[in-house]
């Protein structure tokens, strides 16, 4: 009797340890972000990230009664990364895609988004006239998927950051670069993109920008209330005002 009752507290002392683990870890919400995409998500001054995205991800961790730990992952293997339990949800200015939603979850949009084209001022460059130019994207984005389905004509050029891609179109080692209008404005309105332009009207393609989660995970609806609840008390707004002169939802 005396062995059993001392294996019986054993179980239960282990089995209070897991509960107090596992509600331990429900109070931390592991954000993975790229990290390379000003002004939604970068390294900043003081070797954290910084930006729209990251923001958001902390305002909706508030709403939660959570805290934000992020984690950074490069864009070619984000998805994997979550997919590997590396974070819980990716904060990362990412498309919704029919594809993408057969690997994650999406919650609701939380930004929407246009492409643009940016070439050399007074470039004589537009959607028709991309046959034969060399023009950049980064590689796994709307960006680089449009481009390819357009049938322009362009050489293709891909990139691991949208930074790398910036620095090419500088050095005239492309003649321009089909990306996210935001990121597109931040770029061209920096030391790095003077001389360069947003040519023509934005490309409207219907793209919403969301929260992925793993498959099945109860989180997403968590983060759908969140993302309700900051646009309905001003707390979105007033993240938006601090980045763009116009609402971006």
């Known amino acids: 009797m005396k062995i059993k009752s001392i294996l019986f507290a054993a179980v239960a002392a282990l089995s209070i340890n897991a509960a107090s683990t596992s509600a331990n870890a429900a109070e931390t919400v592991r954000i993975g972000t790229e990290g390379a995409y000003p002004p939604f998500n970068q390294i900043g001054p003081s070797g954290r990230v ?5 923001d958001i991800a902390k305002a909706l961790c508030a709403e939660m009664d959570v805290k934000c730990l992020f984690v950074v992952n490069d864009w ?8 590997q339990n590396k974070y819980d949800a990716i904060v990362a200015s990412m498309s919704i895609t029919a594809e993408r939603k ?3 979850d999406f919650t609701d949009r939380y930004y929407s988004n246009t492409l643009s084209i940016v070439a050399k001022k007074g470039s004589n460059i537009s959607m028709d006239s991309l046959k034969g130019k060399n023009v950049g994207a980064q590689r796994a984005t709307i960006s680089a998927q449009y481009l390819e389905d357009s049938g322009s004509g362009a050489e293709l050029k ?9 620095l090419d ?3 005239g080692r492309i003649d321009a670069i089909v990306a996210d209008t935001l990121p597109s404005a931040d770029w061209i309105s920096s030391d790095a993109g003077k001389g360069f332009a947003i040519i023509g009207d934005a490309i409207d393609i219907d793209d919403e920008i969301g929260i992925a989660v793993r498959k099945g995970d109860r989180l997403r609806g968590k983060l759908n209330a969140a993302i309700a609840a900051i646009r309905k008390n001003g707390t979105y707004k007033a993240i938006n005002d601090k980045y ?4 971006i939802y």
């Not at 910084?50 to 990251?54: A, V």
């Open 50 to 54: 910084e930006g729209f995205d990251i």
């Open 76 to 83: 070619d293997t984000i998805i994997t990364g979550l997919q």
């Open 102 to 104: 057969k690997a994650v």
């Open 158 to 166: 891909l990139y691991d950051t949208q930074e790398n891609a910036w």
């Open 169 to 171: 179109l500088a050095s």
């Open 244 to 247: 763009f002169a116009v609402d």
